[in-house]
């Protein structure tokens, strides 16, 4: 694995997390993940490094802590619906949320992009270490932790009040990350 700095953070996260997405690492502080998740969800806490996010409503408002925020009814039981995910599907999966339905055929001009796009997620992923786990909405994921999320069914256990929703959830022992992207409405 490669050591990232806060540059190419930013600019994976860029490259990767628009309008409509959202990219936002907290502190590890609890043994249970989900409640220092459920914490960077609902913007709660800043980034350990002070790296940069992406907290971006459609319109281009940032999504607030309020109950306009796509988190915002989200509690500790729903990460039910959240299913182990294996590292390479949890890349598969960042990339894939550049599509409008969070499939492949939809990212313009994939088949020239998908190894940009991968490197950008595997970059993000890095910040995480060799033992962080991951964890996705993506129902495909129940059974499999290891399939191929590029070719995987567009069924998805909805984790916020959206229409659609999908995402990772990175946990290390220090810091965990939540990388979603959301339907228009």
């Known amino acids: 694995m490669n050591q ?15 309008e409509g997405m ?17 914490d960077v969800m609902q913007l709660r806490m800043d980034d350990p490094r002070g790296w940069s996010k992406v907290a971006a409503a459609p319109g281009g408002s940032d999504y607030g802590t309020g109950p306009d925020g796509p988190f915002s009814a989200v509690t500790p039981g729903d990460f039910s619906t959240a ?38 997620a595997r970059t993000i992923l890095e910040r995480f270490g060799e033992d962080a786990l991951f964890f996705t909405n993506a129902a495909t994921a129940r059974e499999n932790p290891h399939a191929d999320m590029f070719r995987r ?3 998805y256990e909805g984790f916020t009040s959206r229409v659609m929703d999908c995402g990772v959830i990175a946990v290390s022992a220090t810091e965990v990350g939540i990388f979603w992207g959301f339907t228009i409405d």
């Open 153 to 155: 069914e567009g069924a």
């Open 83 to 120: 299913f182990p995910v294996s590292r390479r599907g949890a890349e598969q999966i960042l990339v894939t949320l550049q599509g409008d339905w969070f499939q492949t055929e939809d990212i313009p001009d994939f088949d020239a992009r998908e190894a940009e796009l991968t490197s950008d």
């Open 22 to 38: 959202f990219a936002a690492v907290g502190a590890r502080r609890r043994d249970d993940w989900r409640l220092d998740a459920l």
């Open 4 to 18: 990232i700095d806060a540059t190419l953070w930013s600019r994976s996260l860029r490259a990767l997390f628009g």
